[in-house]
């Protein structure tokens, strides 16, 4: 299963880390318009990533094998022919 892949597990660790320091970032900007302690800004920063999580699992039954990405896997490329002899 795509899941247990170390490659998946990394890409999905990274997303979910990301998602967790933009969504902090983000909150910690608009923090004093939203009244919003630090606590708090980090709280919704991991309901973000938990969502991330969740969202990797899902890609990982529809898109690339072995990646969080919901992509489908890239199209097989077809070896070109070699130039006609002579």
Do not use: C, H
């Not at 490659?7 to 320091?21: N, Y």
């Not at 920063?45 to 919901?70: C, D, E, N, R």
Request: proline letters at 9%.
């Amino acid at each position: 299963m795509a899941r247990e892949q170390p490659s998946f597990l990394l890409d999905m660790a990274e997303r979910v880390i990301w998602t967790f320091v933009q969504a902090f970032a983000a909150t910690l900007v608009l923090s004093s318009q939203l009244d919003m302690s630090t606590l708090k800004a980090a709280g919704l920063a991991g309901v973000a990533a938990v969502l991330a999580v969740i969202k990797a699992l899902a890609a990982s039954q529809i898109g690339q094998k072995g990646t969080a990405a919901t992509l489908p896997d890239p199209a097989p490329t077809v070896p070109a022919e070699p130039p006609p002899a002579g």
